[in-house]
């Protein structure tokens, strides 16, 4: 399997408390990787580190086997999707579009891409509804539909269905395995929602208290952890 | 004459001297909107890429600007008047110039009342729009310039109350502009009700000399002018306060 993101030694500090603890991970290209763990496990950080919003107190990030130069370019081949999605004063049609309209791309290209985007979210047809006037599932998908509606190879999903009723929930997962099977992007997830990752995921590593503490396949890691406090969680039993 | 009266032949007079188009009270309107939008229109286009770079850029001495421009939407006019009139006075620093008594020594005074309002109520404006947002913009793969314009767009409505808000003061100001403008009229209405031109009398100063001087229907009629300007730029930044 193709190593897509090689993550070596990553320390993270927020004051004194520290936040990620010596992270060694690789993603491999077209998984989805869903990072497990409690709320304020790091896990929120670790996506916003890769998608550079923070700087490390330590660590190595490659990309594709390619140093981390020049932020704008490695971010144009990714997507971040917040938990609370934050949405555009505008119509859907823009907000869908406006990660085309950045990297210039014409006019004729965005109206197809985006139709496309919102056929597969399920939002074919709202393109002129003010965006601010959507239902909390709608939103969600819409900003899904703008996350990949440029085809990135990456896929960071922070929580995205946290504040969701089960329809949503559902519509969520099967654009994700939608996505990653007719496009092949690489997924990773960040949740603690665990029947979620029995659905959907292909890896699964768990995190608790900044701490990577096992990383395996999803059959793997259910059915014989290796930690006991991973075995703890996935029981949903307390463990931080 | 009884009170009620007097105040309804006031009225009356005023009525027709607005309706009348008099040459008289049309040039201290002119001046005055003149003198205030250009203050306005300079003011905003230093206040807004000034609340820009406050809010995106972390340079040396931001947080004392911001405590200066803070301090600066309350200062009273005629302070910036005596100022800028010792400044611009031939013995002043600033005498070369010899703008002392024009139109421009206006602009000056009102620029410099104004342009801390629009920089505060733009700064609060563009800091309600959501860092996701922000963050977001980047997220897309947009630049910086890119999360500035998405900001500018998001608080839009904010700004454009900012600078209403600058435009309401500067039309309702007095005490800077009578120091270092002089309520200047050619012939005023020294020859009678409504006669003579402004140079740099405007509506706020008009009526203080015109109310000393005895002229109530005249006063009356600016004052009208006055409250009718002011309503409608409040109305204006209240229906955009509505659409944010």
Redesign the interface.
């Given at each position: 399997m193709y190593v897509l993101i090689s993550i070596e030694g990553l320390h993270m500090v927020f004051g004194e408390k520290e936040v990620l603890k010596d992270i060694n991970l690789q993603i491999l290209r077209g998984e989805i990787f869903a990072l497990v763990g409690p709320s304020g496990s790091g896990k929120t950080t670790f996506l916003r580190i890769l998608?550079?919003?923070e700087r490390p107190a330590k660590g190595n990030l490659e990309f594709n086997g390619m140093e981390t130069s020049g932020i704008?370019n490695i971010?144009?081949r990714m997507?971040?999707l917040?938990q609370?999605?934050?949405?555009?004063?505008?119509s859907v049609f823009e907000n869908v579009a406006?990660?085309l309209k950045?990297?210039g791309i014409d006019k004729k290209t965005i109206e197809k891409k985006v139709s496309e985007a919102l056929c597969i979210v399920g939002l074919s047809g709202l393109e002129k509804q003010k965006a601010t006037t959507l239902s909390g599932g709608e939103a969600q998908r819409m900003a899904f539909a703008?996350?990949i509606v440029?085809d990135p190879e990456i896929l960071l999903l922070d929580e995205p269905t946290a504040n969701l009723d089960p329809a949503n929930v559902m519509k969520i997962e099967e654009i994700i395995k939608r996505i990653r099977k007719e496009r092949e992007t690489t997924i990773l997830l960040a949740t603690h929602n665990i029947p979620q990752v029995r659905r959907i995921a292909d890896r699964v590593g768990i995190l608790i208290n900044g701490e990577l503490i096992e990383v395996n396949t999803k059959d793997a890691i259910f059915k014989d952890p290796t930690d006991k406090r991973s075995e703890a969680f996935l029981k949903g039993e307390m463990v931080y | 004459m009884s009170t009620a009266d007097f105040l309804v032949q006031g009225l009356i007079k005023a009525f027709e001297l607005i309706f009348s188009l008099n040459p008289y009270i049309l040039s201290i309107t002119g001046v005055s909107i003149k003198v205030s939008g250009t203050a306005t229109i300079l003011a905003a286009l230093t206040a807004i890429p000034l609340s820009f770079a406050l809010a995106f850029l972390n340079f040396r001495g931001r947080q004392t600007l911001i405590t200066l421009i803070n301090t600066g939407m309350g200062l009273p006019p005629v302070f910036v008047g005596l100022f800028i009139f010792v400044m611009l006075v031939p013995a002043g620093p600033l005498g070369f110039a010899d703008i002392i008594f024009t139109p421009f020594a206006m602009i000056l005074a009102q620029y410099i009342l104004v342009t801390p309002i629009i920089t505060g109520i733009s700064l609060s404006a563009i800091k309600a729009v959501?860092k996701?947002?922000i963050?977001?913009?980047?997220?897309?793969?947009?630049?910086q310039k890119?999360a500035i314009i998405?900001t500018l767009?998001?608080a839009r409505f904010g700004i454009i109350t900012a600078i209403l808000a600058g435009l309401g003061r500067a039309l309702a100001e007095v005490g800077a502009i009578l120091i270092v403008g002089g309520n200047i009229a050619y012939s005023g209405s020294i020859g009678g009700i409504g006669e003579g031109s402004s140079y740099t009398r405007t509506l706020t100063t008009a009526i203080t000399s015109e109310t000393s001087k005895g002229d109530i229907s005249t006063s009356i009629a600016l004052g009208i002018i006055l409250i009718s300007l002011n309503l409608s730029v409040n109305l204006l930044a209240n229906y955009f306060q509505r659409r944010d």
């Open positions: 998608d550079f919003f704008i971010r144009r997507s971040l917040f609370t999605p934050a949405i555009f004063n505008r406006y990660g950045v990297r703008r996350a440029y | 959501p996701s947002l963050e977001t913009v980047y997220t897309l793969g947009g630049s890119d998405v767009s998001e």
